[in-house]
């Protein structure tokens, strides 16, 4: 039987890693019932008093605010509402994000102010305790008024519309449509009641599950870019001085001292680093580097804080408050919190990339007793010389995304939508950037790789050398030119998988 992570009150983002990497079962837990259940009988009971207009419950949407609907049409209203508002199109999005998405959805409704019944919601939690995924698309979503074509795509099913991944016996995900798998299941599809519809796609869960994959990434890959940094420090025979604590306490953000400290940590007890240099400085991609990555830390901490926020917040309209005796329609959909911050990430992590390129570029222009390209035998053999273009092609398209999306906006819905915060284009184009970075990451170590052992016999730090004897058994020393493209996915993956301690 698989472990459970019962939904609370809040959510932590290392929680979210916990659920996804140990693939943890969800339950809702009996306060959480009990707040669903309370909330949804506040609203029926508001509902039975009288035929007042409440927006998005008993009258039409967005622009169509002030068409009230007869009471025996309000289930209709709600199907409608999925069925019109699933207009996704582009690429599909990622499993796990989608299994994200359905988690943020199940959390943002536990919280007990949306008026949903708790059946809906516990039949999310059984697409997610299932692995049925259902099929959502990249585009389609302006990031106000919550994320209504991706979310409507993800809600699909528990009317028995739209489509699912479903996983074959061969462990691979295939589409099938939603209702064979609800027959399947032995689920009859959801009727849904009044307000339920407009609950479940107003929100920001397809920008806040991006947000929470590419966070767990990032993190990931924080601590990896200083890990390879390190890497190339030694590999490029530099000095440590720049790393320091007493140069980083009189400029002292935290981002930079943390990231000097990791430095110094991974290169703690390097032959390398401890002999005598020749060069009185080295190029700034190596000796600012806590100045670098330390700023994209501080960003990071910034999205964190946003992220953390928004992974535990309420984001439907209107919204229900049985203890004040009201219900406030109001704009806590709007994504600009978001979208903000997923754009200064985007700028901050791709400086990440952007300073590795630059050390790859130097470990391989035959400086400091490294031979060009780090082949042995330049000329016949090109060696490292194309990865290099790879990356910097990689950069300069990260540069190009990099555009904030947060600046634009454009009107929808009759004018009624009049700002937008396009905070989904903002989320698709960080992960994007964070699959680009990763990449250009594991470039620069298969070069600080080559490159150290080009500094034989002396050795570079504990972790470094037994994190190198590993990786060799994976993408063995170049010494005559191969197939690259194997070696860079392999490294790829490679860093995906591996776990800095």
């Given at each position: 039987?698989?472990?459970?992570?019962?939904?609370?009150?809040?959510?932590?983002?290392?929680?979210?890693?916990?659920?996804?990497?140990?693939?943890?079962?969800?339950?809702?837990?009996?306060?959480?019932?009990?707040?669903?259940?309370?909330?949804?009988?506040?609203?029926?009971?508001?509902?039975?008093?009288?035929?007042?207009?409440?927006?998005?419950?008993?009258?039409?949407?967005?622009?169509?605010?002030?068409?009230?609907?007869?009471?025996?049409?309000?289930?209709?209203?709600?199907?409608?509402?999925?069925?019109?508002?699933?207009?996704?199109?582009?690429?599909?999005?990622?499993?796990?994000?989608?299994?994200?998405?359905?988690?943020?959805?199940?959390?943002?409704?536990?919280?007990?102010?949306?008026?949903?019944?708790?059946?809906?919601?516990?039949?999310?939690?059984?697409?997610?305790?299932?692995?049925?995924?259902?099929?959502?698309?990249?585009?389609?979503?302006?990031?106000?008024?919550?994320?209504?074509?991706?979310?409507?795509?993800?809600?699909?099913?528990?009317?028995?519309?739209?489509?699912?991944?479903?996983?074959?016996?061969?462990?691979?995900?295939?589409?099938?449509?939603?209702?064979?798998?609800?027959?399947?299941?032995?689920?009859?599809?959801?009727?849904?009641?009044s307000k339920e519809g407009l609950a479940l796609?107003?929100?920001?869960?397809?920008?806040?599950?991006?947000?929470?994959?590419?966070?767990?990434?990032?993190?990931?890959?924080?601590?990896?870019?200083?890990?390879?940094?390190?890497?190339?420090?030694?590999?490029?025979?530099?000095?440590?001085?720049?790393?320091h604590p007493a140069l980083h306490q009189i400029?002292?953000?935290?981002?930079?001292?943390?990231?000097?400290?990791?430095?110094?940590?991974?290169?703690?007890?390097?032959?390398?680093?401890?002999?005598?240099?020749?060069?009185?400085?080295?190029?700034?991609?190596?000796?600012?580097?806590?100045?670098?990555?330390?700023?994209?830390?501080?960003?990071?901490?910034?999205?964190?804080?946003?992220?953390?926020?928004?992974?535990?917040?309420?984001?439907?309209?209107?919204?229900?408050?049985?203890?004040?005796?009201?219900?406030?329609?109001?704009?806590?959909?709007?994504?600009?919190?978001?979208?903000?911050?997923?754009?200064?990430?985007?700028?901050?992590?791709?400086?990440?990339?952007?300073?590795?390129?630059?050390?790859?570029?130097?470990?391989?222009?035959?400086?400091?007793?490294?031979?060009?390209?780090?082949?042995?035998?330049?000329?016949?053999?090109?060696?490292?010389?194309?990865?290099?273009?790879?990356?910097?092609?990689?950069?300069?398209?990260?540069?190009?995304?990099?555009?904030?999306?947060?600046?634009?906006?454009?009107?929808?819905?009759?004018?009624?939508?009049?700002?937008?915060?396009?905070?989904?284009?903002?989320?698709?184009?960080?992960?994007?950037?964070?699959?680009?970075?990763?990449?250009?990451?594991?470039?620069?170590?298969?070069?600080?790789?080559?490159?150290?052992?080009?500094?034989?016999?002396?050795?570079?730090?504990?972790?470094?050398?037994?994190?190198?004897?590993?990786?060799?058994?994976?993408?063995?020393?170049?010494?005559?030119?191969?197939?690259?493209?194997?070696?860079?996915?392999?490294?790829?993956?490679?860093?995906?998988?591996?776990?800095?301690?």
């Amino acid at each position: 039987m698989k472990p459970v992570f019962y939904i609370s009150n809040e959510l932590d983002l290392s929680q979210i890693k916990n659920i996804m990497h140990d693939n943890l079962q969800i339950e809702l837990s009996s306060q959480v019932k009990a707040n669903i259940k309370h909330c949804r009988a506040y609203l029926d009971k508001k509902m039975s008093e009288g035929n007042a207009a409440i927006y998005g419950i008993n009258t039409g949407f967005g622009s169509l605010c002030n068409t009230v609907v007869a009471p025996h049409e309000l289930s209709t209203l709600q199907e409608n509402l999925l069925l019109s508002h699933a207009c996704g199109t582009g690429d599909t999005i990622d499993y796990p994000i989608v299994k994200i998405m359905l988690l943020l959805k199940v959390q943002s409704l536990a919280l007990g102010s949306s008026g949903v019944a708790l059946e809906t919601v516990e039949r999310l939690v059984d697409f997610f305790n299932a692995d049925l995924l259902p099929v959502v698309y990249e585009q389609g979503s302006l990031g106000a008024s919550g994320d209504l074509a991706p979310l409507a795509h993800l809600c699909l099913p528990l009317i028995g519309a739209g489509m699912f991944w479903v996983k074959n016996q061969n462990g691979q995900y295939e589409q099938q449509p939603a209702a064979e798998v609800l027959k399947k299941f032995g689920w009859e599809p959801i009727q849904l009641q009044s307000k339920e519809g407009l609950a479940l796609i107003n929100g920001t869960q397809f920008m806040s599950a991006i947000g929470a994959y590419v966070w767990i990434k990032s993190k990931h890959l924080i601590q990896w870019s200083h890990f390879i940094a390190a890497n190339s420090l030694d590999a490029f025979d530099c000095r440590t001085e720049p790393f320091h604590p007493a140069l980083h306490q009189i400029r002292p953000h935290a981002g930079q001292i943390q990231s000097a400290q990791l430095i110094n940590d991974f290169l703690a007890g390097s032959e390398i680093s401890l002999q005598t240099k020749k060069q009185v400085q080295d190029p700034y991609s190596f000796r600012c580097i806590p100045q670098v990555h330390g700023a994209s830390l501080d960003a990071f901490s910034y999205f964190s804080n946003v992220m953390s926020t928004e992974v535990n917040a309420v984001t439907d309209n209107p919204n229900i408050f049985p203890a004040l005796d009201t219900i406030i329609s109001g704009g806590n959909f709007h994504g600009q919190p978001l979208a903000l911050a997923f754009d200064f990430w985007a700028i901050a992590l791709a400086e990440l990339g952007n300073i590795s390129e630059r050390r790859t570029y130097q470990l391989i222009s035959g400086s400091r007793e490294l031979p060009p390209f780090l082949t042995e035998n330049p000329g016949l053999n090109s060696g490292f010389m194309i990865p290099q273009y790879t990356a910097a092609s990689i950069v300069s398209q990260n540069k190009q995304l990099c555009t904030p999306a947060s600046v634009d906006s454009i009107v929808s819905s009759n004018g009624q939508e009049d700002h937008v915060s396009m905070g989904a284009n903002a989320a698709t184009k960080l992960l994007k950037i964070c699959k680009n970075v990763e990449t250009i990451l594991a470039i620069e170590y298969m070069n600080a790789a080559q490159a150290l052992e080009f500094r034989r016999p002396l050795k570079s730090a504990n972790l470094i050398e037994s994190t190198l004897e590993a990786y060799r058994k994976i993408v063995p020393r170049l010494i005559n030119d191969r197939y690259l493209h194997t070696d860079i996915m392999n490294t790829i993956d490679f860093i995906s998988k591996k776990e800095l301690v």
